[in-house]
């Protein structure tokens, strides 16, 4: 039963006026829409595709294109798969750091042909999600949060200072003031207007802020439009577009993700029915959801796209608007949709300049390494848990930072313990079991 302090709209079965259903829509989309198109350009630019190319547009199309489409399977539903609530889908930062190893290594076919079948493995996890919980508490997911954050905070200052490979570092421009003028604007921008305004304007404050960045990127002649103009106005995309490789490595490292992304997930499912309902979500919802998750990351990944998987920040849309209906935010997912469908869209995001999506990074890399810490809030911090903390965090990070210690293991024990998040979460979930509770 839904609480009636809860707003006129707590159910996720209502609909709100056409005239406030499409703004709130389009609030969804505008809160999560950078986050959602940055782990494409990142795992582009880690396979050495060219930045501002045809085929780094691809990926961005197919990050709206499926976003949109993930999002209709947990709003809509089919059967059992979709929880039926108003949950936003998009790219997930949590596969970044594994991803970008694996393209970078291995090419993108093999990396997306693992996200395939971890995607069918995700969507399995539905059936026992809830027998899974007890090896993913707290302690463990805060670390594996908190060391994606940590891994990818280097590539933002990279961006930042005006390069991510190794002849853009080398170029005299990296670090130049030009470049970090442009991040820093959009830092600055993007946080003025989180923190001093409200609304859609606050829940968009990165996307302006990178739309503030672009503009004075053009205006130093940073820009180049030669793509865009180039781009078509329709897109079909194209089945296995890098092949399907298969490594058990690469599919175990994205697996292993896929099971703290679905635990995430119970967590936004959860967190939804309680900020617009005051309510627990049922077991129903939290297998849809999962169902969803994975259904959305497999499909994704056939045409070119990365995983799926459920946004925090639209939770937090829902707790603020009080606003519960689902179709509001399939309203969203048609936005996202369309976006996916027009490459010139693609065009655009892939013309920003490295400095201007790393001003937007820093705050989202960041915020993702925060969400880490804000988890590890709820564990009791003592020596037990700390030297857990301590161990995982030394060897997922230490690892990825010196990967020649490793040098000597087998391609696919290698790419595991060079990835960084798997490590962490391999070793914190052993040492959660294997170590005695402290009295």
């Known amino acids: ?28 989309v505008l809160a999560m829409f950078a986050s959602n198109v940055t782990p494409s350009i990142i795992v582009a630019g880690a396979a050495g595709l060219a930045f501002g190319g045809a085929e780094q547009v691809y990926l961005i199309q197919m990050a709206m294109l499926f976003a949109g489409i993930a999002t209709l399977f947990q ?8 929880a039926r609530l108003p949950i936003m889908q998009g790219t997930s930062f949590a596969f970044v750091g594994v991803l970008a190893g694996i393209a ?47 891994y990818l905070i280097p590539v933002a200052i990279k961006y930042a200072a005006g390069g991510a490979a190794s002849f853009q570092m080398e170029a005299e421009s990296f670090g130049s003031l030009m470049h970090w003028s442009v991040a820093l604007s959009v830092v600055v921008v993007a946080l003025l207007l989180k923190f001093f305004t409200k609304g859609i304007i606050s829940n968009a404050a990165i996307l302006i802020g990178l739309v503030v960045g672009y503009i004075l990127a053009f205006a130093f002649g940073m820009v180049n439009f030669g793509a865009v103009s180039n781009a078509s106005w329709l897109i079909t995309p194209t089945p296995l577009p890098y092949g399907f490789e298969f490594s058990l490595g ?7 993700v896929s099971i703290v992304s679905a635990i995430e997930t119970v967590g936004d499912a959860s967190a939804t029915t309680k900020a617009g309902a005051g309510r627990e979500a049922t077991d129903k919802e939290i297998a849809g959801a999962t ?45 996202l949709i369309l976006c996916g469908l027009i490459p010139k869209i693609g065009a655009v ?4 300049p490295l400095p201007v999506l790393g001003g937007g990074v820093i705050v989202m890399f960041g915020m993702v390494a925060a969400a880490g810490l804000n988890v590890l809030t709820e564990v009791n911090m003592n020596r037990r848990n700390m030297v857990i903390i301590a161990v995982s965090l030394a060897a997922g ?14 391609g696919v024990a290698k790419t595991l313990m060079t990835s960084a998040v798997a490590p962490t979460a391999l070793v914190a979930i052993v040492l959660n079991l294997l170590l005695p509770e402290e009295v």
């Open 75 to 82: 709003t809509i539903g089919l059967g059992p798969i979709g």
């Open 349 to 352: 995001i892939a013309s920003m």
């Open 104 to 150: 970078a290594t291995q090419g993108l076919g093999v990396a997306l042909s693992a996200c395939l079948i971890g995607g069918v493995i995700h969507f399995f996890l539905g059936f026992v999600i809830q027998h899974l919980r007890f090896l993913f508490p707290p302690l463990v997911t805060g670390l594996v949060i908190l060391a994606i954050g940590l």
């Open 291 to 335: 169902y969803a998750d994975g259904l959305g990351t497999a499909v994704a990944a056939v045409f070119g796209g990365l995983p799926n998987t459920s946004f925090s920040q639209n939770v937090g849309i829902v707790g603020m608007t009080g606003i519960m209906s689902r179709h509001v935010v399939t309203i969203g997912a048609l936005f």
């Open 1 to 28: 039963m839904t609480n009636a302090s809860y707003g006129e709209y707590a159910d996720p079965n209502d609909t709100p006026p056409i005239a406030q259903a499409v703004p709130l829509g389009l609030q969804h």
């Open 397 to 410: 990070l230490g690892l990825n930072l010196v990967p020649s210690a490793v040098q000597y293991l087998p």
């Open 250 to 256: 690469a599919v175990i490292a994205v697996t292993l």
